[in-house]
């Protein structure tokens, strides 16, 4: 049986993984496996992650305000190594034009603060359902 | 593309791929599996073992840093429970990896336990062919000691690492769960705390209190992991241990063994399975269950319809 595998990483400098890992929880107890890499890691770090682990979503936490920076950065890297087809999502403190833009350029879903980590969680597992990915 | 060309071409993504459709118990897998085996058998497997909290990810990641700086290429398969009600996992070895997560002659794999089809040892034992075949020197597998199953990965590697931490508890973990004789090192973590001399001392009295292996006297060693300190040493070991292997002849007889494990798991599977496809349907099967219930039939008796049925087809 094929299980959704997900990457929890936290781009950018700040401290905070407290909303990662309410996330991190929510999609475990959903049944998923949740690759949780920790702070401070560099989009490098997080594509190279996201291959080795055969993930099928990254799931992208900042607060920083990097996120025009580091984000795109992450779609970037997954395209120059083919794997364009992992889901990207994003959460944090982040403007709806911000959010737009970012859709626009290849993310899947941006998530505010506060939003019900059920909504995560359902808005993946359909996004997952078979046939849903090549 | 065909995924074994591309893993023995060194592309990690085929490695990563054929891992999940290992785990997905996909079909093609094995024959991808069978596909590798001949490129198998090079890699230096050493398990890593104990409680959780006692530093077995951070030194994970120490000891493979000292390997890269022996030229040695590195697989890591880290294990994690998964929840038997969810199926869910929260797999974070790697957080305490990222010092040699960067490096291109690095592939790490993080694992759950999930409820695997012929046990947990059967899928990292797959995990481990994949990374041999792909050309790691060596791999390291990380599991939390606690029971059989992990016992049984452990049997899979060549040297075992068993890790304990002081102020876990009065007592010595690994002796609680039964693993003091599947340890050919042993290593007492966050040697910069209070009672590492005590717990040296209990592991060492331990296992002066169990018959000894033969040959090979396991050492007790201390290092902080985070810290980077004693960590050659431990490698120094596991080296050393290898070329006793090979000397004693014990590596032999070990691969022999393994394969032996190997092959009855996979045909006890493969017989459940077609018992359970060809043998009995469904109804036949609820009949009989039903008839254990009432205890108008015993176990024994219902799986020798069973098999009797089998024969018959
Ligand atoms: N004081 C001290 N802490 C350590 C040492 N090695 C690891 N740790 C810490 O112990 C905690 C658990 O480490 P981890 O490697 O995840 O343990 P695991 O659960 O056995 O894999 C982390 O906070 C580490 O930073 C050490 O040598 N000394
Ligand atoms: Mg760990």
């Known amino acids: ?134 | 593309m065909d995924l074994v060309p591309r893993i023995l071409g060194g592309d990690r993504r085929a490695v990563a791929r054929l891992m999940t459709l290992v785990e997905s118990g996909a079909p093609e897998a094995k024959k991808a599996l069978a596909e590798l085996h001949p490129h198998t058998g090079k890699a230096h497997i050493v398990g890593i073992t104990g409680p959780p909290g006692t530093g077995k990810s951070t030194l994970v990641d120490k000891l493979a840093l000292e390997f890269l700086k022996r030229n040695k290429t590195v697989g890591i398969v880290a294990v994690d429970p998964s929840s038997p009600f969810t199926g869910g996992a929260f797999l974070g070895d790697r957080i305490r990896m990222s010092t040699v997560a960067m490096d291109k002659r690095v592939f790490i794999r993080s694992m759950g336990t999930r409820k695997k089809l012929g046990g947990l040892a059967r899928g990292t034992n797959d995990f481990i062919r994949i990374l041999d075949a792909y050309g790691k020197d060596i791999i390291l597998v990380e599991t939390v000691g606690a029971g059989q199953s992990e016992v049984d990965i452990v049997r899979t590697a060549h040297t075992t690492i068993i890790v304990e931490a002081p102020g876990m508890g009065d007592d010595i973990q690994a002796v609680k769960a039964g693993i003091l004789e599947i340890g050919d090192i042993f290593v007492v973590n966050k040697a910069d705390r209070d009672g590492v001399e005590r717990t040296m001392r209990e592991l060492q009295t331990m296992l002066e209190l169990n018959p000894d292996k033969e040959g090979w006297q396991p050492p007790v060693m201390e290092t902080v992991a985070r810290d980077g300190v004693g960590i050659e040493e431990v490698v120094d070991k596991a080296q050393e241990h290898m070329a006793y292997l090979k000397e004693s002849g014990m590596l032999e007889q070990g691969l022999k063994q393994r394969a032996e494990l190997e092959l009855l798991a996979i045909v006890r599977e493969e017989i459940s399975r077609h018992v359970l496809e060809k043998g009995v349907e469904r109804e036949e099967l609820d009949a009989l269950l039903d008839r254990i219930m009432q205890l108008e039939l015993d176990p024994y008796s219902a799986a020798e319809e069973v098999l009797g049925r089998l024969r018959d087809r």
């Open chain 1, 1 to 134: 049986m094929r299980k959704i595998r997900v990457l929890i990483a936290k781009p950018g400098l700040d401290g905070h993984d407290r909303g990662a890992k309410i996330v991190a929880r929510a999609l475990r107890d959903a049944g998923m496996e949740v690759i949780y890499t920790g702070l401070h890691q560099t989009p490098e770090m997080i594509v190279e992650a996201a291959i080795q682990e055969d993930v099928d979503v990254i799931g992208l936490s900042l607060l920083s305000g990097a996120h025009m920076t580091l984000f795109p950065r992450v779609l970037d890297l997954l395209r120059e190594n083919d794997a364009q087809d992992i889901m990207v999502t994003g959460g944090g403190i982040i403007p709806e034009k911000d959010a737009e833009k970012l859709k626009g350029l290849g993310m899947t879903q941006i998530w505010g603060p506060g939003t019900p980590t059920d909504e995560i969680v359902t808005f993946i597992k359909e996004k997952m359902e078979p046939g849903a990915r090549s």
